[in-house]
């Protein structure tokens, strides 16, 4: 299955669909991008469609295959043309993006250890998560 982001205003993905593979074959057997999305502007009415796999994520495929637009799309990320990257909601406003991964990092590492930790905007530091059991 091919997946694929609907852009609307600022860039926002506000849906992901699948479609089966041969939708998206030429004559000669190759899958091309735009079949698709023209295949989904007719389905749906909508023109605005970028390809998004799933089996990309910080620029890397799992499958040793070609990553693709960095990270797959969900809704509520955002498009990015310039990098070609599907960037997830910055989830504290300290967070810097890394330019490789596309994905959002604190501005302080989080410890290594066997602990759970949460990230305090406020201390703009890890804090440990006590377990109550």
Known sequence: MASFAKIGLNSKVIEVLSVVNEVLHDANGVEQEVIGIDFLTKLTGYP????TSYNTHAGLHNNNGTPFRKNFA??????DETRD???SPKPFNSWILNEDTCLWNA???MPIDDNRYTWNEQ?????LV????
Request: net charge neutral; proline share 4%.
């Open 85 to 87: 990257a599907f960037i």
């Open 74 to 79: 969900g809704i509520g990320y955002t498009y």
């Open 107 to 109: 501005p302080v590492a």
């Open 130 to 133: 006590k377990d109550t059991i």
């Open 123 to 127: 201390t703009l530091s890890w804090d």
């Open 48 to 51: 605005v469609w970028k390809q």
